[in-house]
């Protein structure tokens, strides 16, 4: 391809090898991430790590009700009994896709389903479930996401089971499919259920 | 038989390109001219080859001969004509036909239009161009064929995605491969400069107007997209930052910066290597555009199926390619012409930030589009990247760019005094902002926001008329170039226009209606009159009639629709909207909620045609651009 006869005379400003090593480190990076992602697009079953909050108390929070802001839940109301949280918004397209799994789970009653509404406009989201209805047994609306970090919320949609005293049994990340309810939730379900 | 003679075309193409790409490069690097001439000839077969394939597919529709796979997936027997047509394209391996015809289309215009310039130069853009084909083609023989028999084939199709059985859609995917498969000729260019070592003005004058007709419609099919996504998702939006939305912006980003720094590299001649750069990654953000679409490792609304052996196909041809193109920057562009000098005040200066900042966008867009799948790749799960992420920081990267934007055409080259421009352009920032604070005053909601973007309308658009106008006054007339840039820029102004105010001034509201009823929306009042059912050529439709009043007087009576498709259930939605150049009355229907009542979506989308009218008057910026003779004009001996 070079040609030795190249007479054009060497500038000083040829490009700075660390300017070309950063520029290869990206381009390998970039490719080895997309190759993942062409391996990882066969599979099915994206499996996700467990989140470091199982088997920990749920973090504290205060938060509004979507549907009566002046209406503030925490933590402790929830004690008693095991619900599932959803987080959510308006804004997240995977949500969408898990929203008919959630409804039908919800639908079974065996267990509250309390929804997350994290990073939204209170309108936005109330326009959400208007339009593909509403599952949940009450609706959190964690505006500004102040809380988001202590459930250790990296995006939407996460489903966190807590169980009746208020510990963490079991975390998914990314949207639930019917098969991550079958074989994932309804088992730590049917665990925490048997411990009461 | 007329399927298999498909294949053949298709095989013969894959040869024919292989020489378009083999000989053409290896005579220009020996010097030998008989191989070199090859690269004409062979552009011109293969596009008769390719129109030959794309033609028998498309005949394999009309005729719906359903013993081939491609047809019986993607049409049926209930298939208005029009779309038998539009199919060709609405799936995978059709897609990727087009793809390749439109690279040969390409092709064969620079094989046409390249007289002027040395054999050499047009024997290596033609070769490159060749091997762009040999990938893209090899794809489709290898892993997509789009004539592959179903035997024994069945007696009826599926059906086209009703989605895309829409006249808009048959506009938008053809636009959108004319746009970002013409990137492929800059990238060309570059390759050859850099393959010769060296740039030569000459050349890039010669290789702007592509890049500018390529841009152009590029932003054309983006447009139609997001108009088709407004009246047919029936959420009102206009964008949503899906990835496949993504993929196709990011090729647009540094297209628009590499249409200002080739400007400034033909002129001037500094930031050559910027400017090879650029057309380098343009082109392979197209590749990665088309890899992202294609291979289903993001998902979307535009889902296609994942299947593993083509996105495996894809990326290694994509590697490669950006991969052996970088390769040869490394090596040769340190040793490019540095050009003119320059000040920290002048033309080139902005040109840089202008750059820069649609460069930085560009990244911010790949970041958030690509970081749902690092997060999955480093074990942090399943995460969706949202509006909130993309619109702020779009909007903090494109201010500077609204503001820069005046002061480009008006500072000189090389360098000029800011306090001087500065007078020039002091009184239409006055202006922009005393109408920002009429504006604020007169919003009944969203205050900041349609102040910003009255204000920053009114100052990209007072002094880009400004510059238009001496001009005129000085010398009497502008280029063709300087009224592309001049359009351009008002498409900008009228774009801002239309994103923010539709952004600050909209209003919706979604209510459950019974035939009646009525709900009132700004000084609209919204009469729900029921819903009947009508039977379409391939679906069912539950049709609404909704009046509009103002005032009580009947503006329009508006129907949107419910349309189940005969072939596989799918609901699709089609907003009813009274369209207005301060605003749109748009209505939509949600479920049925039974008792005979309906979700009815009702949105007054303010000033949301400026949003689509911006983007035309940008395309045709890029064309008139294009149109300058100065582009076409025999080259003198001298290199400029």
Redesign the interface.
């Known amino acids: 391809?070079?040609?030795p006869h190249?007479q054009?005379?060497?500038?000083p400003?040829?490009?700075p090898a660390i300017a070309?090593a950063m520029?290869a480190l990206f381009?390998a990076g970039?490719?080895g991430?997309?190759?993942?992602?062409?391996?990882?697009?066969?599979d099915a079953d994206?499996d996700?790590?467990p989140s470091a909050l199982i088997g920990k108390p749920a973090p504290d929070f205060v938060l509004p009700l979507l549907h009566y802001p002046s209406v503030e839940v925490g933590a402790a109301q929830l004690r008693g009994a095991p619900y599932v949280l959803n987080v959510w918004?308006s804004?997240?397209?995977?949500?969408r896709?898990e929203h008919p799994v959630l409804t039908a789970f919800a639908q079974t009653k065996r267990v509250r389903v309390v929804g997350y509404n994290w990073?939204d406009e209170p309108e936005d989201a109330l326009?959400w479930l208007?339009?593909y209805g509403n599952p949940f047994f009450v609706v959190l609306a964690d505006k500004e996401g102040r809380y988001a970090l202590d459930w250790g919320v990296?995006?939407?949609?996460?489903t966190f089971l807590v169980d009746g005293s208020g510990i963490v049994r079991w975390k998914h990340?990314?949207?639930l499919t019917e098969q991550v309810v079958q074989e994932r939730l309804l088992p730590a379900l049917e665990q925490v259920e048997q411990a009461r | 038989m007329l399927p298999e003679l498909g294949q053949v075309l298709l095989a013969l193409a894959f040869l024919v390109s292989l020489l378009q790409s083999v000989l053409p490069l290896a005579g220009a690097q020996r010097g030998n001219a008989a191989w070199m001439a090859v690269a004409r000839p062979a552009a011109y077969a293969q596009l008769l080859l390719m129109s030959g394939a794309f033609a028998l597919l498309t005949w394999a529709f009309v005729a719906q001969d359903f013993s081939v796979k491609y047809v019986a997936d993607n049409s049926n027997t209930l298939l208005p004509v029009i779309y038998r047509y539009s199919a060709v394209w609405g799936a995978h391996e059709g897609s990727l036909l087009l793809w390749a015809l439109v690279l040969a289309l390409w092709s064969a215009a620079v094989a046409l239009l390249s007289r002027t310039l040395p054999q050499v130069v047009v024997a290596r853009v033609l070769g490159v161009l060749g091997l762009v084909a040999v990938g893209i083609i090899a794809f489709m023989v290898f892993t997509s064929n789009p004539f592959a028999r179903l035997l024994p084939a069945p007696l009826e199709g599926r059906d086209l995605n009703p989605l895309l059985q829409d006249p808009g859609l048959i506009f938008h995917p053809p636009l959108l491969y004319v746009g970002y498969v013409g990137f492929s000729v800059p990238f060309a260019f570059a390759m050859a400069a850099l393959l010769e070592g060296r740039i030569d003005a000459r050349w890039l004058r010669w290789t702007r107007p592509w890049t500018n007709v390529a841009w152009a419609f590029l932003t054309l099919g983006i447009g139609l997209g997001s108009w088709w996504a407004y009246y047919e998702l029936g959420w009102g939006g206009w964008w949503f930052w899906d990835p496949v939305e993504n993929a196709i912006f990011m090729p647009w980003l540094v297209g628009a910066a590499l249409i200002h720094s080739q400007a400034v590299t033909e002129k001037r001649g500094s930031f050559a290597g910027w400017t090879l750069l650029l057309a380098i990654a343009t082109f392979s953000l197209s590749l990665l555009g088309t890899f992202l679409v294609r291979s289903g490792v993001l998902t979307s609304v535009h889902a296609f199926a994942a299947d593993p052996s083509r996105g495996m196909f894809i990326l290694v041809f994509l590697a490669a390619a950006v991969g052996a193109s970088l390769l040869l920057y490394v090596r040769r562009a340190g040793h490019l012409e540095p050009g003119a000098g320059f000040q920290p005040a002048s033309r080139e200066t902005l040109l840089l930030l202008n750059n820069l900042l649609l460069a930085s966008a560009c990244a911010m867009v790949l970041l958030g589009t690509l970081y749902p799948l690092l997060a999955d790749a480093l074990g942090l799960g399943k995460i969706s990247v949202g509006p909130p992420y993309f619109g702020l920081l779009f909007f903090v990267l494109m201010v500077p760019l609204v503001a820069l934007v005046p002061f480009g055409p008006l500072v000189r080259w090389q360098r000029d005094q800011p306090s001087k421009v500065m007078a020039l352009l002091l009184p239409w920032l006055g202006l922009a902002i005393a109408l920002g604070v009429l504006a604020w005053f007169l919003a009944p909601q969203g205050k900041w926001k349609s102040a910003l973007g009255v204000a920053g309308a009114a100052w990209v658009a007072g002094g880009t008329l400004y510059f238009a106008w001496k001009r005129l006054r000085n010398s009497g007339r502008l280029t063709a170039e300087m009224w592309g840039m001049t359009l351009a820029h008002l498409g900008v102004a009228v774009f801002v226009v239309g994103v923010l105010l539709e952004g600050a001034q909209s209003l919706d509201h979604e209510v459950a209606l019974k035939a009646g009823q009525s709900v009132q929306l700004g000084q609209y009042e919204f009469v729900f009159q029921g819903v009947d059912q009508q039977q379409g050529p391939n679906y069912l439709a539950d049709r609404g009639h909704v009046q509009v009043l103002r005032h009580g007087r009947e503006l329009a009576l508006l129907h949107p629709e419910k349309r189940a498709y005969a072939s596989g259930g799918q609901v699709m939605t089609e907003a009813g909207i009274l369209p207005g150049l301060t605003g749109d009355v748009y209505v939509a229907m949600g479920e049925p909620l039974g008792d005979g009542a309906w979700a009815v979506a009702v949105h007054i989308k303010r000033f949301v045609r400026w949003i689509w009218a911006g983007a035309l008057l940008m395309a045709l910026g890029g064309l008139v651009t294009a149109a300058d003779r100065r582009f076409r004009r025999p080259p003198q001996e001298k290199p400029a």
Not at chain 1, 8 to 11: G, L, T, V
Not at chain 1, 34 to 39: A, C, E, N, R, S
């Open positions: 391809m070079t040609d190249h054009a005379p060497r500038k400003q040829g490009l070309v520029g381009f970039l490719v991430l997309m190759l993942y992602g062409v391996v990882r697009s066969g994206r996700v790590l918004g804004w997240c397209v995977e949500c896709v990073k326009r208007e339009r990296a995006g939407a949609p996460e990340t990314g949207p």
